[in-house]
């Protein structure tokens, strides 16, 4: 099995910054794609940003220019630098990821970890 835990969340103010961190665990072979997503109250689930195990990045308009996403593949975490954050960020945020287990190393299952508040309020 393999676990995908969220930290770094929290209450900021506008303009202040967070730094989430999602890291991965169990009996992990390799780790594809990972993302983060967020979804606020009473909207979709949206693509924050996304890296590829090569460490290619793709952003949302709204990400770009203030969030920045990378990766520790020795650790197996990911983290997104948020910076500049605004009201309309506040949502819980959570990660996935695609990986490749060891008792299945030629097919990747997509994990979710079970997500962490970012509130932007002052």
């Known amino acids: 099995q393999v676990q995908l835990v969220e930290s770094g969340g929290g209450l900021v103010q506008p303009g202040g910054s967070l730094r989430l961190s999602c890291a991965a665990s169990?009996?992990?072979?390799?780790?594809?794609?990972m993302g983060w997503y967020r979804q606020a109250p009473g909207k979709q689930r949206e693509l924050v940003a996304s890296i590829t195990s090569g460490g290619s990045t793709n952003y949302a308009d709204s990400a770009k220019g203030r969030f920045t996403i990378s990766r520790d593949n020795a650790k197996n975490t990911m983290y997104l630098q948020m910076n500049s954050l605004k009201p309309e960020d506040t949502a819980v945020y959570s990660c996935n990821a695609g990986v490749r287990t060891y008792r299945s190393i030629w097919r990747a299952t997509t994990y979710w970890g079970q997500g962490t508040q970012v509130t932007v309020s002052s």
């Open positions: 169990g009996n992990i072979f390799t780790i594809n794609d």
